[in-house]
Each structure stands twice: as structure tokens, then as C-alpha cells.
């Protein structure tokens, strides 16, 4: 429960890359409770219906950022902006390069592969395609 109110981005959803993680890296540590932190049981204290309250705000707060976090933080007005374009480009080069496995070379897991990956991305603007998509 400190966690959650002390440090809530602790709690929100990741992941690290399909190809990559581990299962257990996946998601949030809140998906490994049984119910809300708010809903955990407190010693006795006068001061517990405060900590509810600022629990279950924390956890919306948590909820809304895992949402952010799965969408790549960026909206879809972000995108329309030079700077949001830039940004979601760089994002999704990084997910590209978090998915590519280093320590195999094959037709799949190759540099050559990669590169035409990243760069068919980066030259999208130029070919007159919409900005990212999947």
C-alpha cells in the first residue's frame, strides 16, 4: 500500500517486449494481488478511511498511466503536432529495436531485417503513407 501511494509509477503496466521478457515482466505488480490495494486489510488507525481514499485515487492514477504506458504514451492529437510525429517515430523504432533478438542471427533476427524495418518507417512521411501505423 506505500508503494502504491508513496510511488505509483512502480505499479505501472509494462512490458518489455514480447520476444524479450520474461512472463513475470510483464504487466503490473497490482495484476499479482487479489484485489485493489485498497482493498488489502490496515491495522487499525484513525487515519484509515484518509488512506482509502488517497489509495483508490492513486490507483486510478495507475490505471490511467498503464493505458498511457500500453499506448506508447502518445495520443492521437500528439501525433498530428511535428513534434508528437517525431516522437511516436522514435518510439516505435525503440519497440522495434526492444523486439529484435541480438543473440540470433536468422532470416527473422537479422541486421538487414532490421534495417529495412526501421528505415521503412522513417521514410513513410516522404512516400506520402499516414505517420505510424500498424
Known sequence: QIITLKCPAAMVWNSL?????????????LDLFPCATSSLPMPPGSN????????KISEQQ????????E???SSDK???STAG????????????????????????????SLY????????????????IGD
Open 116 to 131: 529495412t524495418r526501421i528505415f521503412s518507417i522513417t521514410n513513410s512521411k516522404e512516400a506520402g503513407e499516414a505517420p
Open 17 to 29: 517486449g514480447d520476444s524479450k521478457s520474461n512472463s513475470f515482466l510483464v504487466g503490473s505488480p
Open 85 to 112: 510525429y517525431v516522437m511516436s517515430k522514435v518510439l516505435k523504432v525503440l519497440d522495434m529495436l526492444d523486439q529484435h533478438n541480438f543473440d540470433i542471427v536468422d532470416g527473422t533476427y537479422n541486421m538487414d
Open 62 to 69: 495507475i490505471i490511467a498511466r498503464s493505458i498511457a504506458a
Open 71 to 73: 499506448a506508447h504514451w
Open 48 to 55: 484509515n478511511t484518509y488512506i482509502r481514499s488517497q489509495l
Open 78 to 80: 500528439c501525433q498530428q
